[in-house]
Structures are given as structure tokens and as C-alpha cells.
């Protein structure tokens, strides 16, 4: 899915055009053990229930594509009786009436899922009616030719709320708060089937984790059996050994200062694209010749590449291209020693520079006329 297919299904969750029919849940605590589990017709809640879940499945599709969101392809062998992403068809299909099947995907998420504490599995069945578009891209709704039936999912924290003093109005005192079971917002959660090219596409998944380093690999691994890409952490760890063995020696600052620059300079160019900024082996090896990366150094390039990624000890798919958002930070240039940590803005690394003085290597900083020591504004030396 891309940003744009993303966005319409997100849309939908809304108090006005709700799309959701009906919805599961199930309470887990810690030991994983069910405590409780709820079944509704989604439009009996109360109104202000109903807003507490929405804005729980709209987080569930917020966040970077390629980050907090990845798309993930079934294997064909997981589209046959007994694979994973038969069972989710069937489980779709019955639009979450079989009590069996639901048991049967609570038990498959409390097996997979390692969390410490206690969790609530929010399962959703929706129905959109896909309006159709005219050439110059206005909405019919008055045209719907197809029905995109599908699930979302939403595992969420639950954690007992902090203790505090409050005033009781009815005995006019002050006393400790009762403290409750709060439901978090989302940490992982998935979308199937995917909604690509605006249709239901039942080969492939949506899936959400809140934070992008830490997106349960393992459960993704074992609760779906995907070909998925690596992580943006793994992809960050691949891209620095790749420069790191290509360079080897002449690995400066100046010259991996310019891949970095180059690569925020190649997504500011490309935001407003649909889909994530990749770089494939020939992209990589371009992105090093245009950052000053010798020639001769390249000679071996190829098979380094492909060594690397294989080396790699996830369960991944074969593709070995990079999201660029996954490989360089946009918000931020840091240089790092033993002691000190500079941060600086992409667009400024200019005024970064190395240099050796009376034999000592330092890192220089261009300082404007606007100079801070905590928070107190100095006067540079000017000696």
C-alpha cells in the first residue's frame, strides 16, 4: 500500500462515515491468560466507546510508510488450507460470527506474542463501498463497483494508571484516586487484506508498529509466516557495514558526510512521491561515486553487497533494497566521540568540518552570531 492508499482507508474511520460492522476483543493479562473477551455490533456502542476505538484504528494506520508501516507478502505455500493467510481469509470471510474461528486467532496472537504485561486484541470486521474515481480524480461516490471487506487488528497496552491525591466532592476530602486498567494506544497491529491499487488485495498485509526499532520481528515472523523486508534498524545496521567495508581505510568524515547529504538532498526531491525512496545495489553504488567514493574501491562492490545481506541473520525476504528514510536520520546530522555529541541540521552540514591543528585532528564548528553557553548568550573568541 502507499501513502495515498493508506490514507482513504484511514479516512473512514471517522464518527460520520464509520465503516466498521462488528467488533471482538479480548483481555490478556500477563501470566497470558484471557480474562475477558467482548463481541459487538460495532454501531450498538456508545457514541462515546465508539470514538475511543476509532481513534484506536486510525493510530493503528499512522506513521511512516517503511517504518511504522510495512507492507507484507503472503508466500504462495501460506495461501493453502492451513497456511497463515488462509486462516485470515476464512477468519474475514465470516465477518467475525464464528466464535471458533476468533478463538481459534486469539489463541494464535497469545501463543506468538511475547509482551510482559497485559494487552487488549481489538479485532474489527469493515465493509467500504470503493467509489469510483473519473479521469481527472474526483470522487463518485454514487458509483461503487467493488467492496473492500477486511479486518484490522490492534494489540494494546494496558497499564494501571498512576496513583494520585484527588478532592472528594462528597465527603469533602482529600484522598488517594482509585486507580484502573487503562488501554493504551496501539503498539502493533495490522490491516488484511491490503487495500493496493484501490482494491482488495488478499496477498498481501498491512502491518503497524508504533516504534519502528522495535517492531516484534518474532511475532511477525511466526503470527503471519510473511516475506517481509528488514526493519529500519536492520536496514540502518546493512547500509552503515556496507560503507563501513567499502571504504575501509578512507572511511572520513567528509566523504560519509556526503552520502548522508546526498540521501537527505534525494528524499527532500522525492516527498512528495507516494511510495518510500528505495535504493537498490546499482542506486547504492551511484549514491557512492557521486559522494567521492574512489572507483578502485568499488571493484568488489557487488559481492560485498550481496555477502552482506546474506550474512544478515533475519528471516527476510531476498529483496535487498534500502528505504531511505531507514538508512539516514532528516531531522538530524550527528557527529559522535567518546565525550562530545554534535547535532546539526541536514541542511547546514556545511558548517561542519575537520581539520588538524599543530598535528591534533578537531571537528570544527562555523558559529554565527548567536552563540549560547547553558542558556547564557556569549560573545565568540574572536583571538
Known amino acids: 500500500m502507499n501513502k495515498k492508499e493508506i490514507s482513504e482507508i484511514k479516512r473512514l474511520f471517522n464518527k460520520d462515515r464509520c465503516h466498521v460492522r462488528r467488533l471482538c476483543g479480548c483481555y490478556v493479562d500477563a501470566e497470558k491468560n484471557v480474562r475477558t473477551t467482548v463481541k459487538h455490533a460495532f454501531l450498538s456502542l456508545e457514541e462515546e466507546e465508539m470514538f475511543k476505538y476509532i481513534n484506536i484504528f486510525r493510530s493503528t494506520l499512522s506513521g511512516s510508510l517503511g517504518k511504522n508501516l510495512i507492507n507484507l507478502d503472503f508466500p504462495t505455500r501460506e495461501e493453502y488450507e492451513g497456511g497463515t493467510q488462509e486462516f485470515l481469509l476464512c477468519l474475514r470471510d465470516s465477518r467475525l460470527e464464528d466464535d471458533e474461528l476468533i478463538e481459534q486467532f486469539y489463541q494464535k496472537v497469545i501463543e506468538y506474542y511475547d509482551y510482559a504485561e497485559n494487552y487488549y486484541i481489538i479485532l474489527a470486521h469493515a465493509a467500504y463501498d470503493i467509489p469510483g474515481v473519473t479521469t481527472d480524480g474526483m470522487t463518485m461516490d454514487d458509483a461503487s463497483i467493488y467492496v473492500y471487506e477486511h479486518l484490522i487488528c490492534c494489540i494494546c497496552p494496558v497499564k494501571l494508571e498512576k496513583s494520585n491525591l484527588c478532592y472528594n466532592s462528597e465527603s469533602n476530602t482529600i484522598e488517594t484516586t482509585i486507580r484502573d486498567w487503562l488501554v493504551d494506544v496501539p503498539a502493533h497491529g495490522f490491516l488484511f487484506p491490503a487495500f493496493n491499487e484501490r482494491n482488495t488485495d488478499i496477498h498481501s498485509m498491512l502491518y503497524y508498529t508504533r516504534k519502528s ?28 557495514t556496507i560503507i563501513e567495508q567499502s571504504l575501509g581505510e578512507d572511511c572520513n568524515f567528509d566523504t560519509v558526510k556526503n552520502i548522508h547529504d546526498n540521501l537527505n538532498e534525494m528524499i527532500e526531491e522525492q516527498k512528495e512521491l507516494l511510495e518510500p525512496v528505495t535504493l537498490d545495489k546499482n542506486d547504492v553504488k551511484n549514491l557512492f561515486v557521486k559522494s567521492g567514493i574512489d572507483s578502485e574501491r568499488l571493484d568488489d562492490f557487488d559481492d560485498n553487497y550481496e555477502r552482506i545481506f546474506k550474512s544478515d541473520d533475519t528471516e527476510t525476504e531476498s529483496v535487498t533494497s534500502l528505504s531511505a528514510a531507514n538508512i539516514t536520520n532528516t531531522r538530524n546530522i550527528e557527529v559522535k566521540t567518546s565525550d562530545v555529541v554534535i547535532k546539526v541540521k541536514p541542511e547546514r552540514s556545511d558548517l561542519i568540518e575537520t581539520r588538524v591543528i599543530d598535528g591534533i585532528p578537531y571537528i570544527l564548528i562555523q558559529v554565527n552570531e548567536h552563540v549560547e553557553l547553558n542558556g547564557v548568550i556569549v560573545k565568540p573568541d574572536e583571538n
Request: aromatic letters at 10%; charged letters at 30%; one cysteine or more.
Open 213 to 240: 526499532e522495535e517492531p516484534n520481528t518474532q511475532f511477525m515472523d511466526n503470527m503471519f509466516a510473511c516475506s517481509r523486508p528488514l526493519t529500519s534498524k536492520e536496514q540502518d545496521g546493512v547500509f552503515r
